[in-house]
C-alpha cells in the first residue's frame, strides 16, 4: 500500500509538475508576447517621434535658409539705393542744382522757407533761391538755420514742410521702384 501511495503521489506530483511547467510556459508565452508587443509600440512611438523631431530640424532649417536668403536679398536692393544716393550726392554742381530746381519747383509754395543741408551750403546758395523764386513766381526765402541731413533741402511752409533731403529723395524713389529693382536684379 505504501508503494500504491508512493506512486499515487509520484504520479500526483509529475502530473501538477506537468501542469505547473504548462502553465509556467503558457504566463511566460503570454509575458513575452506581451513585452514584445510593448517593444513594438514603444519601437513606433520612438520612431515617430524621431521622425518629428526630425521633420522639425528641417523646417527649421528650411526657415533659417529662407531668412537668410532674404536677408541677403534685402542687403542687395539696399546697397543699390545706397549707390543712388551716392550718385546723387556726388553729381556736379551743374547736375545737382538742376535735379533740385525740378525737385523744388514742384513743390514749393508761396512763402516757403528752404532749409539747406550744412553740406550743400556751398552750392544750394541765396542767389540760387532768389533766381528758383524769379522763376516759380512764388517767394521762396533761405533760412539761416542748416539741416542735420545727409544732403538736399527741406520746404518749410506756414502749415506743413515736405522733405526733400536726399535720404527722403531715395526713400520715395525705393517705394516705388522696389519691385522693378528686385525683378531686374534677378532676385
Given at each position: ?11 500526483a ?15 511566460d ?16 512611438e ?53 535735379l ?15 532749409i ?62 522696389v ?9
Amino acid at each position: 500500500m505504501t508503494d500504491e501511495l508512493l506512486v499515487s503521489a509520484k504520479k500526483a506530483a509529475a502530473a501538477m509538475t506537468e501542469e505547473a511547467t504548462e502553465e509556467s510556459k503558457e504566463a511566460d508565452e503570454k509575458l513575452r508576447a506581451s513585452l514584445e508587443a510593448e517593444k513594438a509600440e514603444k519601437k513606433k512611438e520612438a520612431d515617430e517621434a524621431a521622425e518629428r523631431a526630425y521633420g522639425g530640424r528641417i523646417k527649421l532649417g528650411e526657415l533659417e535658409a529662407g531668412k537668410a536668403a532674404l536677408k541677403a536679398k534685402q542687403k542687395c536692393v539696399s546697397e543699390v539705393y545706397e549707390k543712388v544716393k551716392e550718385l546723387i550726392l556726388s553729381l556736379n554742381d551743374a547736375g545737382y542744382l538742376a535735379l533740385y530746381k525740378k525737385l523744388i519747383e514742384a513743390e514749393c509754395e508761396d512763402g516757403d522757407e528752404i532749409i539747406v543741408s550744412a553740406r550743400d551750403t556751398k552750392r544750394i546758395t541765396a542767389e540760387f533761391i532768389k533766381k528758383l523764386s524769379a522763376s516759380t513766381k512764388k517767394k521762396l526765402t533761405l533760412s539761416k538755420e542748416k539741416g542735420d541731413f545727409s544732403g538736399g533741402v527741406i520746404l518749410r511752409g506756414t502749415k506743413y514742410d515736405r522733405d526733400l533731403s536726399v535720404d527722403a529723395v531715395v526713400e520715395e524713389l525705393k517705394s516705388r521702384t522696389v519691385s522693378d529693382t528686385v525683378r531686374c536684379l534677378g532676385l
